[in-house]
């Protein structure tokens, strides 16, 4: 019998991707300078504790490990970032909105069912500016700002792989484009939900304000400047549907197959940003307070990310044979991998979660096969268990400030706009468990239960 990688790694070389990922999670709570002028070499640090014995040990099989790794996954995976980041950065919503309960509200849908188009980052830098515009003469606010995370920058990208990263990497490993669109009653139950919630919430609280809300400003007419973006953002989804749907020659690359249609739509996705880059007036981006730098964190720590998670992967995809097959035996169904996936992206980005647990239910069921081939039968045979992991992911990311990229990015505008947002583990206890795990467990007995 063919011995797989995982069952050859020792459990004990997952501690770099642990480290890294408790890095991400905590320093920059507990050591934001050293953090933000120093995470990169922290990702490296991390990195290289781990690629260096690999490499040693395992030689060629781990060099090509790594190539598949960072071509198959880490580079079309940052490239989408880029692209939409780029281009949803070009786009700038000008004029003044109400602050009213029904203004927020409306925000709020648009920007949660968009978010599933132009992904959650996006979505979240497109819409925090004029969102936090029209909370200045509200005396409370940092509850908008909340559910704006729950839904904007996370829960609205369920529908496509574009919405959220964790769901790209799904459709990197073979999981079908429109395969999320199925997702639509989880997507529309939630954010209905909380869409309400929420409504109720800030009508409570204008009440309260009435007659000491500041005199409102001068009112400025909505409109959408830099439109050149949005056929560079159709580009981008037909980019990303054509390369699932159209099957080229394959081309070798340091002794790895890569599929044409893949590396064209990379090639793509970059002429769609530079042309973005090109084609925006740079007085739009200064509106937008555009910068490369949140890019190039995600970048420096995905790094770090995919190359620690190599071990992981490799262990839970070993199944029965691998070290945790205790666990991958334990973990079973639909609601188990929900709760799992969902309660591991709360404390850790969700991305690389999601692969970790996609993994697993892939190891469980059909160890040694090939990923693209597992996936097609995980869908066929035990599509619940795929639910599960991709709304765990997705949803559970809002649980905390670091479960989800741009999380972090909207609380610290808004705390750059004056609005005294939530701690670490005020957001927790008042917001998050109060509010959103109550609804998952609603969820639960909604779609997840065992027939």
Not at 149 to 155: C, E, G, L
Not at 395 to 416: D, H, K, L, W
Request: aromatic share 12%; hydrophobic share 55%; proline share 6%.
């Amino acid at each position: 019998m063919h011995t797989l990688l995982g069952e050859r790694l020792p459990l004990w070389s997952v501690i770099p991707f642990a480290g890294l990922l408790l890095s991400i999670a905590f320093m920059p709570l507990l050591l934001s300078h050293f953090w933000h002028r120093h995470y990169a070499k922290v990702a490296a640090a991390w990195g290289l504790m781990f690629l260096v014995p690999f490499l040693a040990q395992f030689r060629a099989e781990a060099g090509r490990a790594i190539l598949t790794v960072a071509l198959h996954e880490y580079l079309p995976f940052i490239v989408l970032l880029w692209s939409l980041f780029t281009v949803t950065g070009g786009i700038v919503v000008r004029g003044t909105m109400s602050g009213t309960p029904r203004s927020n509200l409306v925000l709020l849908a648009v920007g949660t069912f968009i978010a599933s188009w132009i992904g959650t980052t996006g979505a979240s830098m497109l819409l925090v500016h004029p969102l936090l515009r029209g909370l200045e003469r509200r005396r409370h606010r940092a509850h908008t700002v909340v559910f704006f995370i729950f839904m904007v920058s996370n829960m609205g990208g369920l529908l496509t792989p574009l919405g959220d990263p964790p769901l790209f990497l799904g459709f990197l490993n073979g999981v079908p484009f429109f395969w999320t669109l199925r997702l639509w009653p989880q997507f529309f139950v939630l954010n209905g939900m909380l869409l309400l919630l929420f409504f109720g919430l800030d009508s409570r609280f204008y009440r309260r304000e009435e007659g000491a809300r500041s005199a409102p400003a001068p009112r400025e007419p909505l409109r959408l400047d830099g439109l050149v973006n949005l056929p560079l953002l159709l580009g981008i989804l037909a980019c990303v549907l054509a390369s699932g749907s159209v099957h080229l020659s394959s081309v070798h690359l340091f002794g790895l197959e890569l599929e044409a249609q893949d590396l064209l739509r990379d090639a793509a996705l970059i002429a769609l940003g530079l042309a973005s880059l090109r084609l925006t007036p740079r007085a739009l981006r200064t509106a937008n307070q555009f910068s490369f730098g949140p890019m190039r964190e995600v970048a420096y720590l995905f790094a770090g990310i995919f190359a620690t998670m190599i071990p992981a992967l490799a262990i839970l995809l070993a199944g029965d044979r691998g070290p945790l097959a205790a666990m991958t035996r334990t973990v079973d169904a639909p609601v188990e991998y929900f709760w799992i996936t969902g309660a591991f992206s709360s404390i850790l980005d969700n991305a690389p979660t999601y692969l970790t647990f996609l993994s697993a239910a892939l190891g469980e069921f059909y160890p040694g096969i090939e990923v693209h081939e597992a996936v097609h039968h995980l869908i066929e045979e035990h599509g619940q268990v795929l639910v599960a992991i991709s709304c765990g992911a997705v949803f559970m990311g809002a649980n905390t400030y670091i479960g989800n990229a741009p999380n972090f990015m909207v609380r610290s505008i808004a705390e750059e706009r004056g609005v005294a947002m939530p701690s670490f583990l005020g957001y927790i206890f008042r917001w998050s468990l109060p509010i959103l795990v109550p609804s998952f467990v609603l969820m639960t007995l909604l779609f997840l239960r065992s027939p």
